[in-house]
């Protein structure tokens, strides 16, 4: 579904992504990890246009999308949760949920099926999004992400700065949207909820791809933990 291929990545002159290749195929769920600064929030501003490649290629769904607009790259059907959760703060939750419909054939996600994954936003739902917990904004964040029935969905450090039992509360929730059968990417600089909703993993570090395997393959090896994950 998505094929990166040694992507080089600036912010002017600063070099970032020194040739990551990797791929997520359709119904998968896979993780990049890797610590602060390693180039994951770099990775999917390249993949969703914000900052484009400078070489390389990012396929989805065998179609070039690097030079197209971030808004085309979205219309596509890729979905982001940047790690900083933009909700509108003087919209209702509600209202935060709807203005991201997207309708089109064979979407699946409306506000029935966005309330029965997510009840507390709909007890919520009159509440402006300025009176919300971190972790209600961070599923309301997700939630509106849905609305707009992408295909592919990034999500960047999904469990950042929650407390253990609402990180526990999004896994599982993800872990819902996942067995619904969309693909997901999930980066995340600890070791936490990615890597038990993940079928495969990709560890980054200074901008390069350092080990490539599945979880089990991931978990045994203590090398490649200690020396890019500090686990
Ligand atoms: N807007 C920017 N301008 C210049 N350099 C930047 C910018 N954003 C990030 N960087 C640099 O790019 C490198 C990669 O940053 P990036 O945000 O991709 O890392 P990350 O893996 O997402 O880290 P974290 O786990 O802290 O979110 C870092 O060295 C960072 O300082
Ligand atoms: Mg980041």
Redesign the pocket.
Known sequence: MLEVKEIHSY??T?H?LFGISFGVKEGEAVCLL??????????F?SIIGLTPPKSGSIQFRGKEIIGKPPYRIAQMGIGYVP?TRRIFPDLTVRQNILVARREHKGAIWDLDRIYSLFPKLQSLETHMGTQLSGGEQQMLTVARTLMTNPELLLL??PGEGLAPLVIKTMEQQLGEIKKLGLTMLI?E?NVGLAINLSDRAYV?DK?MIHFQGTIDELKKHEEVRKKYLMV
């Open positions: 912010y002017g600063s970032i890797g610590r602060n600064g390693a180039g994951k929030t770099t990775t501003r790690d960047d450090e980066c600089h980054m901008g």
